[in-house]
């Protein structure tokens, strides 16, 4: 009789249970939130993550700074000798005492090319594989006497020595103007022009080097065929 008094006790009541559900339901819960930040995390991941962007450099700039590791670049070499005669006269009021007549034999060259220091990123063009440059114009870079090739070859002071003595004055006139001779005598040979062609062959062999499957050289049209200004 007892055992089946045992059977018949009642079932725990609801409200006993719930602390039981209770606890399962926030465990429940909690791992479905975490499961939930976890894969939240792995899309978002990418946007979160710090890296370094990839190293990256201007071909301009690069063949700008390698050109200009020349600076100057001289194509075209003009020498010539020519004879030059200067003179000067020592006068009293409108009579003529005396003059003094110095030839000069002076051989000089004249340098001309490209200043590569023009040179700007705005010159350099990339088409795929493709990389064209266009040069600043040529232009005369120095022009120079060659002392040691060149010479007084007659020095008169006239009659009775009656002249003035000016010869380091007649010298420096006669140097001025045989660069002057020289450089005009190159300009009416085309040293512009074969300073153009050659600079187009000079930087083609430079750059060759660079990676790219061809590289073209455009030339600018020469200008006024006169002495650096800074020379």
Known sequence: MAEKLSSLQPAPK????????????IVLTMAIAVMSIGQGLRTIS?????????????????????IRAV??????????????????ERQWGNFTLGRTDLLYIGYGE??????????????????????IITLPPPQILDQKIDVERSRIY???????????????????????????????AAC????????????????????????YTEVEIKTSIPGICAPSTSS
């Not at 609801?14 to 339901?25: F, K, N, Y």
């Not at 600076?71 to 000067?88: D, G, K, R, W, Y």
């Not at 020095?155 to 005009?184: M, V």
């Open 14 to 25: 609801i409200s006993q249970r719930l602390p039981l559900l209770g606890a399962g339901g």
């Open 71 to 88: 600076s100057q670049l001289t194509t075209t070499i003009f020498a010539m000798e020519t004879v030059v005669p200067t003179s000067q």
């Open 110 to 131: 004249v340098r001309a090319g490209i200043d590569l220091e023009k040179l700007n990123e705005q010159n350099i063009e990339q088409r795929g594989e493709k990389l």
């Open 188 to 211: 009416d040979q085309g040293i512009l022009d074969r300073a153009n062609e050659q600079a187009e062959i000079a930087v083609g062999s430079l750059l060759r080097g660079t990676g």
């Open 154 to 184: 007659q020095y008169d002071r006239g009659f009775l020595n009656l002249g003035p003595d000016t010869a380091p004055e007649l010298q420096s006139l006669a140097q001025r103007q045989t660069l002057a001779k020289i450089t005009a």
């Open 46 to 66: 990418p946007w979160l993550r710090i890296n370094n962007g990839e190293a990256k450099a201007e071909i301009s700039t690069l063949v700008v700074q390698q």
